[in-house]
T-cell receptor, first 109, second 114 residues
Framework: ELKVEQNPLFLSMQEGKNYTIYCNYS?????LYWYRQDPGKSLESLFV?????AVKQEGRLMASLDTKARLSTLHITAAVHDLSATYFC?????????FGTGTRLQVFP | GAGVSQSPRYKVAKRGQDVALRCDPI?????LFWYQQALGQGPEFLTY????????KSGLPSDRFFAERPEGSVSTLKIQRTQQEDSAVYLC????????????FGDGTRLSIL
């Protein structure tokens, strides 16, 4: 059974700092997805990682995938307040997505 | 709009009542998914359609939950004899059906059972 774990669960960081969110999954999965969710809102797709070694960047966010280690990371560079949200990773199991519990990120001045 | 549309946004029902939640996917998306999201948790898979065929319903928590997509477009998730533990946000997502594309989520229906 595919399980997905994220850490940390909560992250409070100062503007301008860097940090990484980790996503581990328990069995083989051929796709890894990152989503952002603002309070009371739906999930916004950030990245789709398709293969081992894949790296994608958008603004201050960069995601990578290591399928051998069953690990994906979401790196935040020079955080700004607008990045405050909950971030979910999800691994694909056949056609459905298995989500982690999320990382709640709060960026303060 | 061009996104996934769900209705109603909020639904309050008394325990024991039946409810129906609607999802209108992005036009042309063959795959449609339902997820349940409890407060402070990640979404959990309920069921999946490809066009009108329900290919996976392994996540439906009980036989009180039923989903349909009769014409391969709009889908309805029905919950019979609601219980308090059914209170959650129900999210619908659609995709083109290719794994290199993300699932696009609607805003969800927040269901509260009193």
């Amino acid at each position: 059974e595919l399980k997905v774990e994220q850490n940390p669960l909560f992250l409070s960081m100062q503007e301008g700092k860097n940090y990484t969110i980790y996503c581990n999954y328990s069995t083989t999965s051929d796709r890894l997805y990152w989503y952002r969710q603002d309070p009371g809102k739906s999930l916004e797709s950030l990245f789709v990682l398709l293969s081992n070694g894949a790296v994608k960047q958008e603004g201050r966010l960069m995601a990578s995938l290591d399928t051998k280690a069953r690990l994906s990371t979401l790196h935040i560079t020079a955080a700004v307040h607008d990045l405050s949200a909950t971030y979910f990773c999800a691994a694909r199991n056949t056609d459905k997505l298995i989500f982690g519990t999320g990382t709640r990120l709060q960026v303060f001045p | 709009g061009a996104g996934v549309s769900q209705s109603p946004r909020y639904k309050v029902a008394k325990r024991g009542q039946d409810v129906a939640l609607r999802c209108d996917p992005i036009s042309g998306h063959v795959s449609l998914f339902w997820y349940q999201q409890a407060l402070g948790q990640g979404p959990e898979f309920l069921t999946y359609f490809q066009n009108e065929a329900q290919l996976d319903k392994s996540g439906l928590p009980s036989d009180r939950f039923f989903a349909e997509r009769p014409e391969g477009s709009v889908s309805t998730l029905k919950i019979q004899r609601t219980q308090q533990e059914d209170s959650a946000v129900y999210l619908c997502a659609s995709s083109r059906g290719f794994s290199d594309q993300p699932q696009h989520f609607g805003d969800g229906t927040r269901l509260s059972i009193l």
